[in-house]
């Protein structure tokens, strides 16, 4: 039963270029979430979706920026034109809600993303 | 807003002592507080909480949560090199899971 898998675990671009982070969650999980972290900083809230549908994108920049998870498939962050200031680890963390609303999530290993 | 504050932000002790680790929070529709570790890559996961006053242990780790003041403790006893690690307190919603910074704990031999 494999964990949250994440790839790739390292990931490098030029300004300009889009950068696409994978996020395969635990086997039977539907929910996934987003988060980023830079150097000293906690985790910080991106985007929280189901299958086919973006329940809460409130943390995710209003451009450049997007995220899907598809029906089948892992779910995808998407940053297009980016910018050094995006260079930071990217962590997805999949969760099985359970019937009382209460929810544990569990962890992928993170991509690290670094624009040179 | 939404916020989950930890103290302190860092901390560093001898190998042997006990520490605590604190987390409040002002969050709506609250769900759970979750605790987790996080060594050089994923946080792994640690406690959830649910009700107040009923401490949840895992060997010499164990957490509480206070409902009505809006905080939880996570406590380490006899501490290891080993435990050196940032420690997350989050607050799960209906919707999504909010994290504080952490506490970056480090254990001297």
């Known amino acids: 039963n494999a964990g949250v898998m994440q790839n790739p675990r390292h990931l490098v671009r030029r300004r300009g270029q889009e950068a696409r982070l994978r996020c395969s969650p635990m086997?039977?999980?539907?929910?996934v979430y987003w988060y980023r972290q830079l150097p000293e900083e906690g985790l910080k809230f991106m985007v929280y979706?189901?299958?086919?549908?973006?329940?809460?994108e409130s943390g995710m920049p209003k451009e450049r920026f997007s995220a899907e998870f598809p029906k089948e498939g892992p779910s995808i962050l998407r940053i297009q034109q980016v910018v050094r200031g995006d260079s930071a680890a990217y962590f997805c963390?999949?969760?099985?809600?359970?019937?009382?609303?209460?929810?544990?999530?569990?962890f992928g290993q993170g991509t690290r993303l670094t624009v040179v | 807003e939404d916020k989950v504050v930890q103290s302190p932000l860092s901390l560093v002790v001898h190998e042997g002592d006990t520490v605590t680790l604190n987390c409040s929070y002002e969050?709506?529709?609250?769900?759970?507080l979750l605790w987790y570790k996080q060594e050089k890559k994923a946080p792994t996961f640690l406690f959830m909480l649910t009700s107040s006053g009923i401490e949840k242990k895992s060997g010499r780790l164990s957490s509480i949560l206070d409902k009505k003041e809006l905080f939880s403790i996570l406590n380490i006893t006899a501490t290891q090199t080993g435990d050196s690690a940032i420690y997350l307190c989050?607050?799960?919603?209906?919707?999504?899971?909010?994290f504080g910074k952490g506490t970056r704990l480090h254990i001297l031999p």
């Open positions: 969050v709506t529709n609250f769900r759970s």
């Open positions: 979706l189901q299958k086919e549908n973006i329940i809460d």
């Open positions: 989050a607050v799960g919603r209906d919707d999504k899971i909010i």
């Open positions: 963390a999949s969760s099985l809600l359970h019937r009382s609303g209460n929810t544990e999530a569990f």
């Open positions: 086997k039977g999980h539907s929910h």
